[in-house]
């Protein structure tokens, strides 16, 4: 699972960050780990570089596994709430940002279960607010994804928490209802990262995904 520019061990890259320079970094990792092609599984924003990826290199992806993301562009409105986000999140830092926010990333339950909120909280606060706020500017001009979905030839897995803010059922059955042959997983009483709240089912739903491959 690798680190992204600005996040985990890797380097901020000041300013802003393309998703599809993301893509391109994972592309070299892939080469530096000789590893000619590979199953993607991206959350949220990972959702998007990995359509970025497909986009890119279709011949280095095995199949995909989409969680938690939005293939559509930014709207005008969109594009000004990320951008004011990241000025947001420039000014106050990530530990404001987290306490004001951290309930909007996962389901009220998981609020009160103390390992995912302890690991999630520690996850934001500390990542570094200048990465942070490089990635949501690049998200802001990311690319509408919505026209590749048609030509998107490999198994594909769609996963939604139900009580999903940030994206809600609809989005992810947009993606499958557009993508070939795509699967939907809707994952009960979990948020937007359903891999932390609901664990379990997450990998079940992925382990039975992938044995059919």
Do not use: W
């Not at 947009?174 to 994952?187: C, F, R, W």
Request: glycine share 8%.
């Amino acid at each position: 699972m690798p680190d992204l520019r600005g996040y985990g061990q890797t380097e901020v890259t000041p300013g802003r960050v393309m998703l599809d320079e993301m893509a391109l970094d994972i592309l070299h990792l892939l080469g530096s780990l000789q590893i000619e092609q590979a199953i993607f599984c991206g959350l949220s924003m990972g959702g998007q570089i990995v359509l970025d990826f497909y986009r890119l290199f279709p011949h280095k992806v095995k199949a995909l596994i989409i969680a938690s993301s939005d293939a559509r562009g930014e709207t005008p409105e969109s594009y000004q709430q990320r951008q004011q986000k990241a000025a947001t999140i420039e000014r106050i830092g990530m530990k404001q940002h987290t306490d004001d926010t951290i309930h909007q990333y996962i389901a009220p339950a998981s609020m009160k279960n103390a390992p995912v909120y302890t690991h999630l909280y520690e996850m934001m606060t500390t990542t570094t607010a200048e990465g942070a706020a490089a990635a949501h500017k690049g998200r802001g001009e990311r690319r509408d994804h919505l026209p590749i979905l048609p030509h998107i030839h490999v198994p594909t897995l769609i996963v939604v928490g139900e009580e999903d803010f940030f994206t809600p059922e609809p989005i992810a059955r947009l993606m499958s209802d557009t993508i070939p042959g795509a699967q939907l997983a809707v994952i009960a009483g979990a948020g937007h990262l359903p891999n932390m709240e609901k664990p379990e089912e997450f990998n079940a739903v992925v382990y039975s995904f992938l044995k059919k491959l």
